[in-house]
């Protein structure tokens, strides 16, 4: 008698069922914690914080894990608007996406569709920054910005070989400039345009001041 007339149906299809879902379920691909190795531009070189494990029968201990997973690097998520000063160390995921991204993000490539029986592979996957219990305390009330190096802000992307409209704010010092204009603040006090904002003098006498006239005045410290 054949081992199909000797299953019952309803155990033979629940076994079938169930295969067939775990089949679907590993083409989706795995949402994997790691932390960043390198960054080039918006791209990611990661380090996933798993192992993999050889297959073992249902019932019995895991095994001992065996091998890490490779690098991958892999399109950061981020936006033109607001670009994340990622670090080498900082935690993450690589998030699977249900298209190949190299069309997406620049580079040579179509957006294939990887489900229908395609296995996603590196190339369908991304790079999210997640939260840490090490972050640095904050205000929780207040939006908070920094990079290691500071915090720039653009009025907008400056065209080529132009400095457009911005706001530098450094470890010692706030930058506001303009074109050729710039007003910078530091510890030790301001200057507009490469001239100290109060400790620079003038002696007494007569001065041309743009849409005020001549004035005179006596010498000492200039405020304003």
Do not use: C
């Not at 008698?1 to 309803?10: C, E, F, I, R, V």
């Not at 192992?51 to 065996?66: F, R, S």
């Not at 219990?133 to 915090?151: E, I, K, N, R, T």
Request: hydrophobic content about 45%; glycine content about 12%.
């Amino acid at each position: 008698m054949p081992s199909a007339q000797k299953t019952p149906l309803s155990r033979a299809l629940s076994a079938a069922i169930r295969a067939g879902s775990l089949e679907e379920i590993g083409k989706l691909g795995l949402t994997l914690p790691g932390h960043v190795v390198s960054v080039s531009g918006i791209m990611v070189t990661a380090a996933f914080d798993v192992h993999t494990l050889p297959p073992y029968a249902p019932g019995q201990p895991p095994p001992k894990p065996v091998a890490s997973l490779p690098l991958v690097t892999i399109p950061l998520a981020t936006s033109s608007y607001v670009r994340l000063p990622i670090q080498p160390g900082d935690v993450g995921l690589a998030v699977p996406a249900s298209v190949l991204l190299a069309a997406i993000y620049g580079q040579p490539g179509a957006a294939t569709p990887v489900l229908g029986g395609l296995v996603p592979n590196m190339s369908a996957m991304f790079w999210l920054p997640i939260g840490s219990q090490g972050f640095s305390p904050v205000d929780g009330s207040l939006l908070v910005m920094y990079g290691p190096l500071g915090v720039q802000i653009l009025g907008a992307p400056p065209p080529a070989g132009l400095i457009g409209p911005q706001i530098k704010v450094a470890a010692t010092s706030i930058t506001l400039s303009v074109g050729s204009s710039s007003i910078v603040i530091t510890s030790t006090g301001v200057t507009i345009m490469g001239e100290d904002f109060i400790t620079h003098d003038h002696g007494p006498g007569s001065y041309n001041i743009p849409d005020v006239g001549s004035v005179v005045g006596d010498s000492g410290p200039v405020v304003g």
